[in-house]
């Protein structure tokens, strides 16, 4: 049995679906997929927990990498996709073409984009990082003006801060 936990982030609610073992949709909005019981904070597994707690640091501009296991139902060229997009860095962006390329799939970058399309792990497989070949946004399954967002919210945030780990005496 899946479980769903809803959060509330700077873009809304967003519900995250887990298995016992792992992450399997993460989706904008407060829909449920088919089969999963809704969660409240405290009866949320671990994994749920942690999920929400990456995520807000993500949205906090503290996270730049997810360590939840995930397992996004798919086929097995969508899954290709999908782990060829967990390995663009925060901040940065490809195109539909790259990814093709990345795969072996030189000519498939429709196909990369409706893999894209059909990402049920918005964020953690980041598939906001995709941009057209002329660099413009193209095609988001939760709107182009969230994909924009988070690619404003990386571009501001990539930096890292400064922290010091020593204390200084004087």
């Not at 901040?91 to 984009?113: K, N, S």
């Not at 918005?122 to 941009?131: N, S, Y």
């Amino acid at each position: 049995m899946k479980h769903s936990l809803q959060i509330n982030t700077p873009l809304g609610t967003m519900t995250i679906t887990a298995s016992p073992q792992a992450v399997t949709e993460v989706r904008f909005g407060e829909g449920l997929p088919p089969g999963s019981v809704l969660c409240s904070g405290e009866e949320a597994s671990a994994l749920l927990r942690q999920t929400a707690r990456e995520l807000g640091e993500y949205f906090a501009g503290h996270r730049r990498r997810f360590t939840v296991p995930l397992a996004p139902q798919g086929t097995a060229f969508q899954k290709e996709v999908w782990q060829a997009l967990q390995t663009i860095g925060y901040g940065e962006t490809r195109t539909y073409q790259e990814i093709a390329r990345q795969i072996g799939h030189d000519l498939a970058y429709r196909a990369v984009g409706m893999a894209n399309h059909r990402n049920p792990i918005a964020i953690l497989i980041p598939c906001h990082r995709v941009i057209g070949r002329d660099g413009e946004l193209t095609g988001y399954a939760a709107g182009l003006e969230i994909k924009a967002w988070l690619l404003n919210f990386e571009r501001q945030t990539r930096e890292p801060a400064q922290e010091s780990h020593h204390m200084h005496c004087i």
